[in-house]
């Protein structure tokens, strides 16, 4: 780790031998390790392009698209890019079999309910529902205000199936259909949230 190092060697001197699943909070430190390198990366890219490109620019609307760059950068750490730090480590497998990718529907999520653990049915459910709440809530704001629902929709699916296509290429997680489904709702829910929040604004100027 580049930035959180030795923050992570400090709790990991503490705690790695008493909590369970510490494996989880290296993967969650390391992903925003990785997180904040990319972002300076992104606020080089930005500054420049905002400077040739001279087009004036409210401090709100800009503050939105650099927290919605954050959270993308966060989200692929999270659940793609888990294994390496720089693009050129990494190692795709284009060989893997097809059979790999669970494409029946909810297998796999009652599985984990009724055969395995109910810690596991709430995070893959409804953990993948809330990672992708921020997408629906925030893509309105930095595309345009004029982004109907489907269009948010079909970009977070669109997201998803990145996400799980790439995951399957650099063998990084389970490729599956339920990811997707719970995803999109997690951005449907999102775009909700963003809906009731400008109703709220519209309210509040006319009283």
Known sequence: MIFLGPLYNLIAQSYATK?????????????????????????ILRLFWLMVVRRR???????????????????????????TYFPWQLSFNFHRPLSDI????????????????????????????ACFLPFGFLAPFVFSKKQTFIRVLVA?????????????????????????????????????????FQQLRVKLKTI
């Open 156 to 196: 977070g699916v669109l997201f998803s199936v990145f996400i799980e296509t790439m995951q399957f290429l650099l063998a990084t997680g389970v490729s599956d259909i339920d990811d997707v489904f719970f995803n999109s709702c997690g951005a449907a829910l999102g775009y909700l949230l963003y809906w009731l």
């Open 102 to 129: 669970n494409l029946v529907f909810m297998k796999e999520t009652w599985k984990m309910y009724y055969a395995q653990s109910r810690l596991d049915f709430i995070y893959n459910s409804l953990g993948n529902v």
């Open 57 to 83: 620019r409210t401090l709100k609307s800009e503050a939105t698209v650099w927290l919605f760059a954050f959270y993308l950068i966060l989200i692929l750490m999270l659940t793609t890019f888990r294994r």
């Open 19 to 43: 909590v369970n699943h510490f494996a989880l909070i290296k993967l969650i430190m390391l992903a925003f390790d990785k997180t904040i390198f990319y972002f300076l990366v992104f606020m």
